[in-house]
């Protein structure tokens, strides 16, 4: 009861607002000094997230787009899989910072965008869309305005993985007001197919947040689809 209160109270009145404004400031001023990886539990957890999700649907996609890089934590599982990758990021520091660490490969182009506009990406058609610990921090509105727009650039059959918050803003880890059900309603507006919702993988021997009762875990990976007969694109 105290505990629902607090939140209740927390949510209200202290919780910093998950604006484009503010994600450009918060990831402007962060240490970006270890890629990003303070967020990887630890060395296992990342590898079975790359074998087990990232490549396991990314995998023999030839045209792959990250929502959100960073550092570039993801970015560097992603660039040998693909034939182009383009990743956008609405914070210049963190396209600039990948752009140095990726500068061997040259089929990655980075756009720094408005913080929920594709239209930069013009005819261009993805195979695959990931994007990890980027979607948890975006309000609703502006997922849908990507979600929509994912419906047009994915070739028929593509897939979109991410990583978003589930049961609305949490003061763990600045949760937005996105929930699952939400990303139910984006895809069905769009003609997108969500195939899947999951918090665990690899037989449930790893999961979103490890070091959290799962009735706490504020988060889910949605997976979604275009169909083949999608009219869209
Ligand atoms: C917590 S960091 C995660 C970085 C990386 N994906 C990782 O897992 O290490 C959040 C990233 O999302 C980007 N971001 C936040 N809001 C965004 C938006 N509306 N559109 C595109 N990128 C956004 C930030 O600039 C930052 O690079």
Redesign the pocket.
């Known amino acids: 009861m105290l505990r629902k209160l607090f939140d209740c109270f927390w949510n209200r009145f202290v919780h910093r607002p998950n604006t484009?404004a503010n994600?450009?400031k918060?990831?402007?001023n962060?240490d970006w000094s270890r890629?990003?990886?303070e967020?990887?539990n630890d060395a296992e957890w990342k590898q079975s997230l790359v074998d087990h999700v990232l490549r396991h649907y990314l995998t023999g996609r030839e045209t792959l787009l990250?929502?959100?890089?960073?550092?570039?934590?993801?970015t560097e599982y992603l660039a040998p899989l693909a034939r182009k990758l383009v990743v956008?990021?609405?914070?210049p520091?963190?396209i600039e910072l990948c752009k140095e660490r990726f500068s061997n490969y040259s089929h990655i182009s980075y756009v720094v965008?408005?913080?929920?506009d594709l239209s930069a990406l013009g005819d261009i058609r993805f195979d695959g869309i990931w994007?990890?610990?980027?979607?948890?921090?975006?309000a609703a509105a502006?997922i849908r305005t990507?979600v929509n727009q994912f419906a047009r650039l994915l070739n028929p059959g593509g897939v979109v993985v991410i990583h978003h918050s589930s049961g609305g803003v949490n003061r763990i880890g600045w949760r937005s007001d996105m929930t699952a059900a939400m990303m139910q309603e984006f895809c069905h507006e769009c003609g997108l197919v969500l195939e899947r919702q999951f918090t665990s993988w690899a037989d449930g021997r790893f999961r979103v947040w490890p070091d959290l009762p799962p009735e706490l875990n504020p988060d889910t990976i949605s997976v979604l689809r275009k169909p083949a007969g999608h009219a869209g694109g």
């Open positions: 484009i994600n450009v918060v990831w402007s962060w890629h990003g990886e967020w990887s990250e929502i959100g890089p960073g550092g570039g934590r993801w956008v990021d609405v914070t520091v963190c965008n408005d913080g929920s994007s990890w610990d980027v979607f948890v921090h975006i502006d990507y």
